[in-house]
């Protein structure tokens, strides 16, 4: 039998403790566990860092949710990363990377990747043959994020998957703004998906984590080598954390879209807004692939204001509903200056932001409390 996506969001990995019947997978808090016998472990566990109950709960439930074989959980979404970078890819290699991809993401291949000898090209994955170019022979990765952060750019998965296995190289993708609910890469050809689970997936602001899922029994067993090896695991109590908060991640992903499409409605018709980014606008550039792709179009809307940076920092400070702050995908509404805040470690490159956007994480608040927070922040 097949369950459908919110069924699995509540009981995949998630059974009745055998024990107790708790409804609540337990918090396994233990580092080490006790061996039946020399070579004996009980039910597989010996210690913490290689497998813990609690964790394989939210792996499972994760791999679930994206259509996955396999599932990894992290203490961070740059954690993810770099042991995905250190488990394919090896001195000599070269990835391709968005143009306008999250910081971090950026700041791992400019200033620490790059020290190991993994070259990176930036390009327009809206565009691709722009990707296509970028590729040469020692690509290993094609790196995606759609919708991108914080511009909102849309990359066709079927299409990157395609030139990506023609390449000899994997498609990696950060799904981290559309959440498994909006988007499930690993359908449309992806090889590995990306989380920072911090966001939509945990939802609630308070634990940060990140996440592989993986269909190819070999990459998931790399993956896990390495998940090891290098010890950037998620603790019990973030992986029981992430799963609280992904039983209601459908629910809330639906009011999240609901709100910021009426953010979006009334950033459209405001005098001091010249440009409005959102996937979900029919003159959005990637509004089809995205319609194609995606259930529906997310809860992250960037726009630009006429008077420019300082019309854009003006309007971030008097906002009061809206929390001034970094990160996004929680329940409270977030609003931040891309160019000064997540992405200042751009600055310079082929990454920057426009000095005049201003991005927001609409919340799942009453949305009528929202727009009036937003009027009097841009009077
Ligand atoms: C798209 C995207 N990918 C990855 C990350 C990194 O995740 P973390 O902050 O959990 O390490 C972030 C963080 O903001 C992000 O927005």
């Not at 890469?185 to 609630?204: F, R």
């Not at 603790?235 to 009011?255: E, K, N, S």
């Not at 003006?314 to 509903?321: E, F, I």
């Not at 490159?349 to 927070?373: F, K, M, N, Q």
């Amino acid at each position: 039998m097949t369950f459908g996506f919110e069924t699995l969001a509540i009981h995949a990995g998630q059974e009745p403790d055998p024990r107790t019947g708790a409804v609540v997978p337990p918090i396994v808090q233990a580092s080490t566990y006790a061996q039946d016998a020399v070579g004996a472990p009980r039910l597989g566990y010996e210690y913490s860092r290689t497998a813990n109950p609690t964790r394989d709960a939210l792996q499972e439930c994760l791999a679930a949710l994206e259509g996955g074989r396999r599932g990894l959980a992290f203490a961070s979404g740059m954690a993810a990363e770099d042991t995905l970078l250190r488990a394919l890819c090896g001195p000599g290699d070269h990835v391709v990377i968005p143009d306008d991809a999250y910081g971090g993401t950026f700041r791992l291949f400019a200033k620490v990747a790059e020290r190991w000898g993994l070259a990176w090209t930036a390009a327009r994955l809206s565009d691709v043959d722009a990707v296509r170019r970028a590729v040469r022979t020692a690509t290993k990765i094609i790196w995606v994020e759609t919708p991108t952060n914080p511009l909102l750019g849309i990359a066709d998965l079927g299409a990157l998957a395609g030139v990506a296995h023609d390449a000899g190289a994997l498609l990696v993708v950060d799904n981290t703004f559309a959440s498994p609910y909006l988007q499930q890469p690993l359908a449309h050809g992806a090889d590995i998906v990306v989380h920072s689970t911090t966001k939509y997936v945990g939802g609630h602001s308070d634990v940060v984590g990140g996440a592989l899922i993986v269909n190819d029994d070999g990459i998931a067993q790399l993956l896990s080598y390495h998940q090891n090896a290098l010890g950037g695991i998620s603790g019990p109590f973030d992986a029981w954390l992430t799963l609280r908060g992904i039983r209601t991640l459908a629910v809330r992903m639906d009011r999240h879209c609901d709100n910021a499409e009426r953010v979006v409605e009334f950033l459209t018709r405001h005098r001091r807004v010249s440009q409005v980014l959102y996937p979900g606008l029919p003159d959005h550039p990637g509004h089809e692939v995205a319609t194609k792709q995606m259930r529906r179009y997310g809860g992250m809307v960037s726009f630009r204001l006429v008077g420019g940076e300082l019309e854009a920092i003006d309007v971030c400070n008097r906002a009061k509903l809206w929390v001034l702050g970094e990160s996004l995908g929680g329940v409270e509404s977030l609003i931040e200056h891309p160019g000064r805040m997540t992405h200042a470690s751009a600055a310079g490159s082929p990454l920057e932001v426009p000095a005049d956007l201003v991005r927001l994480s609409v919340g799942i608040e009453t949305v009528d409390d929202l727009l009036a927070d937003l009027e009097q922040a841009m009077a």
